[in-house]
């Protein structure tokens, strides 16, 4: 009996041992990276978020039908000098449409980060299945979130979702071309990225195309961001 | 009789099993050590405001249940957390914005205690800047306590785990000053997780550390 015992217990502690060995881990989807050569070397990849589908609203936050211009997904600070920060969260796509990751864009605006007028932006591209990449950007124009006090409570409301800001235009590029006063402004700049990114650096710039302008006065559109970079700039 | 013994010893014969791969000392040496509270005090803060996976044991094991009102639509972001997260004020520095993404890692390994996600932060301090962050949560000390709460220290609970560690990647933890007058400061980060009873309404605290970048002169 006690030899069976011993035996039974040894075949459990081998149980554990095979299990902790092939329990398969949680992997992640990969599509095929849609990766460019530039002529003049490095690589460009363009990532794309439809808005106002591609907007991650937050748990129990629905579009509201008589704010069609507000934005889900995204929230405003301002400190009481009036600097304004604001948030918004989104899936990426790439190229072929597929979603591959997420990404946040954090702006802000005040005097130790963009000229009056213009705000400074922070991108947070997450791959699941390749790493992260961060973009920073001094913007054309003041980017950020406007948080409102309506009937329905506070809303957010991006400019590109008003029908308002594309009156004269279907395309705009938000990032400056120029980098501005600012001692730490810059153009669009890769500025580090992790796991498959690591090591990279280069460049990119946010463009923001009109698809359709609906009769409520919402758009629909996408932000197109293309970076060109290469290892070890 | 003897079918009843050998039950019993392969029963014993598994608690044993799974009580010496959570006690793996590899956890008790592989921590980050913590930032000087002096130099880089912790900001607490709340991220229950988030869409994706709970990043429970059962979802670090790869057997959780998506949850439909806050999963995110598509099948590359099944391991995905996302969340706004406003960090306070104090210490001479303004509230901030942030959104945080952890990302449950590929790399984890039941040999080497390592459960946990890659961790992405980008905030935002209104008038002041922005920086970037990265960092390795290893949730094996909690899921430990959980399961065999006698090993488990209850001042750990109490304190909160330190859930910083090194990352299996080893090459993508860190702070990055991005704009503002954070532009060019590289640094560290550290996170702390207060478990609440329920297992709800957990609170995270982070720490970071950042220094502005050398001045050459010309």
Redesign the interface.
């Known amino acids: 009996m006690k030899r069976l015992f011993l035996f039974a217990f040894i075949a459990g502690l081998l149980v554990v041992a095979v299990t902790a060995t092939v329990w398969p881990m949680p992997k992640h989807l990969r599509y095929q990276s849609l990766i460019s050569v530039a002529s003049d070397g490095g690589r460009q990849e363009d990532f794309v978020i439809r808005w106002p589908g591609d907007r991650i609203p937050r748990p129990g936050e629905v579009r509201s039908e008589p704010y069609a211009a507000a934005a889900v997904g995204a929230a405003a600070l301002e400190d009481t000098a009036g600097s304004r920060v604001s948030a918004e969260m989104f899936r990426v796509r790439d190229t072929e449409d597929n979603v591959i990751g997420v990404a946040s864009r954090l702006a802000g605006t005040g005097a130790a980060i963009a000229d009056p007028g213009r705000s400074a932006s922070s991108w947070l591209i997450v791959i699941p299945s390749r790493g992260a990449i961060f973009l920073i950007q001094t913007d054309a124009f003041d980017a950020t979130i406007r948080e409102q006090l309506t009937e329905e409570g506070n809303m957010a409301f991006a400019p590109a979702q008003a029908a308002a800001f594309w009156t004269d235009r279907s395309r705009i590029r938000v990032t400056a071309t120029a980098p501005g006063a600012i001692r730490s402004a810059t153009t669009g700049q890769v500025l580090r990225g992790t796991s498959e990114f690591a090591g990279l650096t280069g460049s990119f710039t946010e463009t923001w195309e009109l698809e359709e302008v609906s009769a409520d006065g919402s758009t629909r559109g996408r932000v197109v961001l293309s970076t060109l970079t290469a290892a070890g700039n | 009789?003897?079918a009843l013994?050998?039950?019993?010893?392969?029963?014993?014969?598994?608690?044993?099993?799974?009580g010496?791969?959570l006690a793996n000392p590899l956890t008790w040496f592989d921590g980050l050590p913590p930032l000087s509270a002096e130099i880089a005090p912790s900001k607490a803060y709340l991220w229950d405001?988030?869409?994706g996976v709970s990043l429970s044991v059962a979802d670090?094991?790869?057997v959780g249940r998506r949850d439909p009102?806050?999963s995110?639509?598509?099948?590359?972001?099944?391991?995905?957390r996302?969340?706004?997260v406003?960090l306070p004020a104090g210490e001479g520095v303004?509230?901030?914005?942030?959104?945080k993404?952890s990302?449950?890692a590929?790399e984890?390994?039941?040999?080497r205690a390592q459960l946990g996600s890659?961790d992405?932060?980008?905030?935002?301090?209104?008038?002041?800047?922005?920086a970037?962050a990265?960092g390795y949560s290893n949730y094996w000390g909690m899921v430990r306590d959980k399961i065999l709460p006698p090993i488990g220290s209850s001042d750990l609970a109490a304190d909160g785990y330190p859930i910083s560690a090194p990352s299996p990647?080893r090459?993508?933890e860190g702070v990055?000053g991005?704009?503002?007058?954070y532009?060019?400061f590289t640094g560290e980060i550290r996170e702390r997780l207060y478990p609440s009873a329920s297992g709800k309404n957990t609170d995270w605290a982070l720490a970071l550390k950042a220094n502005p970048p050398p001045v050459v002169p010309r």
């Open positions: 009789m003897r013994v050998g039950l019993l010893g392969l029963v014993f014969g598994i608690v044993v099993g799974v010496l791969v405001d988030y869409r670090l094991l790869g009102d806050v995110l639509a598509g099948p590359a972001l099944s391991l995905v996302i969340g706004i406003v303004p509230a901030a914005l942030a959104v993404v990302v449950i590929e984890n390994s039941l040999w890659h992405y932060w980008n905030i935002f301090w209104p008038g002041e800047g922005s970037f990265t990647l090459n993508s990055t991005a704009a503002g007058r532009a060019g």
